[in-house]
C-alpha cells in the first residue's frame, strides 16, 4: 500500500514537471533579437525610412524626424547605417535605457 502511494506522488511530481515544460515550451515569448526581428515595423515602413535617410537630409531635418520618430531612428542606425551623429546619441539613450530598466527590474 505504501509503495503505491510513494509511486503515485512520484508520478504526479514528474508528470506536473512534464506538463510545466512542455507549457514553457510551448507558449514561451518570441525571445528572437536577431538582426531585423527586434523592430515590428512592416515593410513598407522600412521603405519609407531608409527612402528619407537616402535623400541626403541635412543634420537639422534628421534632428527632426528623430524626435518625432525615435523607433524609426532607432531601427536606421541599429540595423542599417550608424553613420549619421544622431545615431551616436541614440545607441547611448538606448543604452542607457536598458540599463535603467535591468536597475529597475532589480529592485
Known sequence: MNKLIIGMIIGLIIGGMIGYFSYGIINKPNLDFTRGNKFQIDEETKVEIVSFFESNPNDNEVEIYCQENKMYCM?????????????????????????????????
Request: glycine share 4%; hydrophobic share 20%.
Open 75 to 107: 531601427y536606421y542606425c541599429t540595423e542599417i547605417n550608424s553613420d549619421y551623429e544622431i545615431c551616436s546619441k541614440i545607441q547611448v539613450m538606448d543604452r542607457g535605457l536598458k540599463n535603467e530598466t535591468r536597475n529597475n527590474n532589480k529592485n
